[in-house]
């Protein structure tokens, strides 16, 4: 089902790419926009452990550094009969975590700083319990695909955008302002298709991944104590470093969303994965 998922979403991707170029640069741009949706995609598909861990500049972290995570998740890979994953450390103070690889033999896992200062050894295992459900569930590839295409259509429409502005002119002429319309609309509205994509790698994976990181670590209320305290340090401190096509990978909202803003989340209420996990028998 999750091999389906993934071929499904780099074909709405694909198309999404191709009509964009199109828009900007006709039957060229959806020339080069087809190989580049291809070469995405593979680029995606072989190294999306080393595109996350790129795109959130996280670092190898040696387990003389982080005895306690080494130990944790020693404990939680034997449990769940998992492979070791790599482990990085993401220079940030906020509190948080993510996964990411094709596959449990090729995956990594990444804490920040701030995570390692403010969670106890047991609501740290129950964060990496979440991360190694996420491996298990092979939800991490088909995330890591997501944050490569959604960058690549706000990057494309930025630069249709200031194409049309700088050097433009000529292109608004061809097909007169019907066709200009229909292009200016795929540049403005690319950005937002982008976001309901991240959407679209459903919320429900997060309440997957708690559920089945609670059975992997044994006591869903370690994780829901982590979960508490790491969104309250979030508000507090949001990546604003970070880019956000890869927000969604992470165990919490990483920009703290808030208002109306909750409405494009990729995260669903922390207080709901707290009520749910809460409500699971260990």
Same mark, same amino acid.
Request: charged residues 15%; hydrophobic residues 50%.
């Given at each position: ?59 190898? !972290? ?53 995570? $390692? ?10 964060? !990496? ?5 996420? *491996? ?16 690549? $259509? ?27 319309? *229909? ?67 992470? *165990? ?27 409500? *699971?028998?260990?």
């Amino acid at each position: 089902m999750n091999f389906l998922k993934t071929f499904l979403l780099m074909a709405v991707l694909t198309v999404v790419l191709v009509l964009l170029g199109g828009a900007i640069a006709g039957e060229n741009g959806l020339i080069a926009a087809f190989i580049l949706a291809l070469a995405l995609n593979m680029m995606a598909y072989w190294f999306s452990d080393r595109i996350a861990v790129s795109m959130t500049r996280s670092k190898p !972290l040696e387990e003389k550094e982080a005895p306690q995570v080494y130990r944790a998740l020693k404990e939680l890979t034997a449990n769940a009969a998992m492979p070791m994953p790599r482990v990085y450390l993401m220079p940030t103070e906020q509190p948080n975590a993510f996964a990411a690889g094709r596959n449990p033999s090729n995956a990594v896992v990444s804490v920040t700083s701030g995570l $390692l200062k403010i969670l106890d050894y047991a609501e740290m295992k129950g964060v !990496l319990a979440h991360e190694l459900a996420h *491996i298990r569930n092979r939800d991490i590839l088909i995330s890591t695909i997501a944050a490569v295409m959604a960058g690549a $259509l706000v990057f494309i429409s930025r630069i249709g955008m200031w194409g049309m502005m700088f050097g433009g002119g000529q292109r608004r002429s061809e097909g007169g302002a019907p066709v200009a319309l *229909i292009r200016m609309l795929a540049l403005i509205l690319a950005p937002l298709a982008a976001i309901l994509i991240r959407m679209a790698i459903s919320r429900t994976r997060e309440y997957g991944a708690d559920q089945t990181g609670a059975q992997i670590s044994g006591n869903p209320k370690d994780l829901a104590s982590a979960l508490a305290k790491m969104e309250s340090y979030a508000r507090q401190r949001p990546m604003l470093q970070l880019n956000d096509a890869a927000s969604h990978m992470f *165990i919490i909202n990483p920009l703290s969303a808030r208002g109306l803003s909750n409405l494009f989340s990729t995260h669903p209420p922390i207080r709901e994965r707290i009520e749910r996990l809460n409500r *699971i028998e260990p």
